[in-house]
């Protein structure tokens, strides 16, 4: 553990999150927007669905740990929702286990502290054009909808209603991006640089408008080691120094 010690941004989730740093994604772009605010911490894990989450809740997020992450972003979903395998393999996890499965994790992750936060993401759509053309003779009976995906978003987004768990609609927040199906994707299930900015958008909104104290929004978290010094670069006075902690012109998007 390297210091000062920072508020923990835990992400946790299967390939949407393991891939958050590929291709600007999410992951790196929070990274980025709270770099001297907040640790990002990424839990991801390709392929697992949420049974396969809550097997492993324990070893993730001991109850008992000395440190509690300040929020947990959760996302499972998209591989639950998948047609079912005539095998009885595969990543298939029926509706209402995907349902009790999504609350197990909330209700652990709630007990972890009292000032540990959630927001949770739900199923985004595919593109299931492209999810058919990329299907390779690996795959076997590959059957991914958009009917099935609004299913499973539909049952989170419930879920975290009735949990006062925060939760981000991704089925619905794409599909508001003009030619989503075209632009956010990299192979129709996973997400572009254009899909993550999505992810962002709406991740700081609810950091934003969420009532918590201590506020989780990066505008409102203090920046590790921010006083002055005269050893920052001059000013064109020659006198004084400039101030570099809170500088943002590097980002492409001025994050809100």
Sequence with gaps: MVGPERPQFVLFGSSIVQLSYSNDGWGAILSDVYSRKADIVLRGYYGWNSRRAVQVLDKIFPKDASIQPSLVIVYFGGNDSMGPHSSGLGPHV?????????????????????????????????????????????????????????????????LCEEMEVKVVD?????????????????????????????????????????????????????????????????????????????????????WD
């Excluded at 209402?96 to 999504?102: A, G, K, R, W």
């Excluded at 991006?177 to 992810?199: I, P, Y």
């Design 94 to 158: 029926p509706l209402p286990e995907y349902i009790e499965n999504m609350r197990k994790i909330g209700e652990h992750l709630k007990c972890l502290s009292n000032s540990t936060r959630l927001i949770f993401l739900s199923c985004p759509p595919v593109n299931e054009a492209k999810v058919l053309q990329g299907a390779s003779e690996i795959f076997s009976e590959l059957v991914r909808t958009n009917e099935l995906c609004g299913m499973y978003s539909e049952a989170c987004v419930k």
């Design 170 to 254: 991704l089925f619905s927040a794409i599909q508001r991006r003009q030619n989503w199906a075209d632009t956010c994707f990299t192979d129709g299930v996973h997400l572009s640089a254009e899909g993550s900015k999505v992810v962002v958008e709406e991740v700081l909104k609810v950091l934003k408008e969420a009532e918590w104290k201590p506020s989780l929004h990066w505008k409102s978290m203090p920046t590790e080691f921010s006083e002055d010094s005269p050893y920052d670069l001059v000013a064109a006075d020659k006198k004084t120094t400039l101030n570099p902690s809170e500088w943002t012109f590097h980002r492409e998007i001025q």
